[in-house]
């Protein structure tokens, strides 16, 4: 059917030429339509009988199929057509290629081809797109055969998206051939194949490129800058992201909010929330992410005071806002206030992650709350939080360290998932609360299951022997590590067979070890023999060990109160109050002793 007069004339007939104002009739001049004037003109269309007519509906199946809630209207008018121009079908593979269904535009592209259309530039562009949505690379590459031998390899804007297709599909080989043969090439194709680099984490791919794109003369964006500034994070280029920052303010490049936010968070992973902070406070415009990255910024550096004040003036906050501040507290050692901050979290109704309630147990753990170490963990169990492994270690650790060994077994029973630092936190905290058996039993339990022991498993067998006097086995255990495993022992191993052999009266043993350790002794094993000689009574052990004692660590007041104290129980008053009157000459403070208690769930 032969239109009658153009799209902007439809609507001067007597029936309807007051229907639409001026600047919806401009809409239709501009070939754009919002929804509400898309179904003036279907409407309008149906009334003239022009709805069947493919060029007078075009703009209506656009403005349907580019909206989600309308896509299916365009599915209705569209399938009214047997025989569909070019022109619709790239309005629905275009629609589709955005929509949650872009295989369907995949699909759609098959029938449009079976009926003769081999497609314009336009159609390989958008179902390269949707290729790109569903990593469909085999789907892909067909389509850039099929570009190809229409000569479409000249159409940068076609060449564009097969770079970002190969890119998306993780086929950097193919992007990469691609990019090398583009004859022309503009931002768009430096930044698919710069994008694709960083989605695979080829981050030395990513700076190289960006030196190349600078060699060729052509001026970065935002978009490459973000990439590129990742990049250097990852690879702990330091010199060259300050450069970045160098060329963003000579090329005078706009900071956005994606920039600002990846600046932000390049200062506060190297503790310079200065330079972060002078970052956030010029970007015209911030998000949740700008603010979450600052305060995560300054709980890094230990400036909890700018990253408390932030938080309270944030406009709003998600789970990351609490969160990060929750763990700013924790690693600070301030676990009152990250049990008083969770507290507010649940009365403002926000509900805690995996990594939240992680930091909190840590906290219980460290207090000995138990009871609220056990409120969150009925948390986790009624509103079906993710218990990962790193949730089960927790609440293995809170609970060992709270003394409640049975519902730290309990839990460890119930993990579907274990690693070695599941099996440590149980083995050391038997041990620790005294059930050698039990985690000398764990122990074996995960070598039967092929569990690699670690470092840390060592520390717990060797506390376990250490506590239940089995000197013998404690000894074999050590051996292994080396022998049968390949761990070197740590200076913590070390002490831990030290205090092995010196609970059980072996001190000379005790000592003649540390003689012939490999490795220079710290003060931990020399402080665990002196203790253990101040226990049976050997002075002449006990002032080896001190003076030991006193070279590596003079002002540490423990060392002479251990001497002193020695001294006394040997009735030598003498040398006790000469121990104590060199601790005041030297002007070693002895810090005042503290301790709490939770009473109705204040610490």
């Known amino acids: 059917m032969k239109l009658a007069r153009p799209f902007s004339r439809l609507f001067g007939s007597s029936s309807s030429s007051s229907s639409l104002t001026a600047p919806k009739r401009q809409e239709v001049a501009k070939n754009t339509l919002c929804i509400n004037s898309a179904k003036e003109l279907h409407a309008h269309l149906m009334r003239i009988l022009l709805h069947s007519d493919p060029y007078s509906i075009s703009l209506v199946i656009k403005s349907y199929v580019l909206s989600r809630f309308h896509l299916h209207k365009a599915h209705i008018i569209f399938s009214q057509f047997e025989r569909p121009t070019l022109l619709l079908w790239n309005h629905m593979i275009h629609g589709l290629s955005l929509s949650d269904r872009p295989d369907e535009a995949i699909n759609l592209f098959h029938k449009m081809y079976f009926q003769g259309f081999a497609g314009n530039n336009l159609t390989f562009i958008f179902v390269f797109k949707a290729c790109a949505r569903v990593s469909d690379v085999l789907h892909g590459q067909k389509f850039r055969v099929r570009a190809l031998k229409l000569g479409f390899e000249s159409y940068l804007f076609v060449v564009n998206a097969m770079i970002h297709m190969y890119a998306c599909c993780g ?15 503009d931002l768009v194709s430096w930044n698919s194949l710069i994008c694709g680099y960083s989605q695979c984490n080829r981050h030395k791919e990513v700076l190289d490129l960006f030196c190349a794109m600078n060699e060729a003369d052509v001026k970065a964006d935002s978009v490459t800058l973000v990439k590129v500034i990742l990049a250097c994070n990852y690879m702990s280029d330091v010199d060259l992201a300050d450069s970045v920052v160098s060329y963003i303010e000579e090329n005078c490049i706009a900071i956005d909010v994606y920039l600002g936010n990846t600046l932000i968070d390049m200062y506060g992973r190297r503790g310079l929330v200065n330079l972060a902070w002078k970052v956030f406070d010029r970007m015209g415009k911030k998000n949740l992410v700008s603010w979450n990255a600052m305060i995560i910024g300054y709980a890094k550096a230990g400036n909890l005071v700018e990253a408390r004040k932030l938080f309270d003036h944030m406009p709003q906050r998600d789970v990351i806002s609490w969160t990060s501040m929750i763990t700013g507290y924790s690693q600070a050692n301030q676990f009152s206030g990250a049990l008083t901050l969770f507290q507010e979290m649940m009365v403002a109704n926000v509900v805690p992650d995996e990594i939240t309630v992680t930091s909190v147990l840590s906290a219980c753990a460290h207090l000995g709350s138990l009871d609220v170490g056990v409120a969150v963990h009925d948390y986790i169990r009624k509103h079906d939080i993710r218990a990962d492994v790193y949730v089960g270690n927790s609440l293995i650790d809170m609970y060992c360290k709270c003394g409640v060994v049975e519902k730290a077994l309990e839990v460890f029973d119930e993990m579907k998932e274990k690693d070695s630092v599941s099996w440590t936190s149980v083995i050391s ?28 498993s060592f520390v717990g067998v060797l506390l376990a022997c250490s506590y239940a006097g089995l000197v013998d086995e404690g000894l074999e255990y050590f051996e292994s590590m080396e022998n049968v495993y390949g761990l070197t022992p740590e200076m913590k191993h070390y002490g831990c067979v030290v205090d092995l052999l010196s609970r059980s009266g072996y001190l000379d043993r005790a000592y003649l070890f540390i003689k012939e350790m490999p490795i220079d002794p710290d ?45 006394a129980g ?27 208690i939770e009473v109705n769930g204040t610490t």
């Open 171 to 185: 086929d950097m080989g193919s992007a990469r051939k691609v990019f090398d043969e583009m004859a022309e090439r």
């Open 429 to 456: 905290g038997l041990a620790v609360n005294g059930f050698a058996d039990s985690a000398l039993e764990h122990f074996s339990q995960m070598l039967r299951e092929g569990v690699r022991p670690t470092h840390g």
């Open 523 to 567: 003060t931990v094993p020399w402080r665990i023999l002196l203790s253990a000689c101040k226990l049976h009574g050997n002075l002449t052990l006990a002032e080896i060990a001190a003076n030991k004692l006193l070279e590596l660590d003079p002002s540490n007041s423990g060392n002479y109160v251990l001497l002193s104290d020695a001294y």
């Open 570 to 596: 040997s009735n030598r008053w003498d040398d006790a109050k000469e121990m104590r009157e060199l601790m005041q000459e030297s002007n070693v403070q002895k810090p005042s002793g503290w301790s709490f």
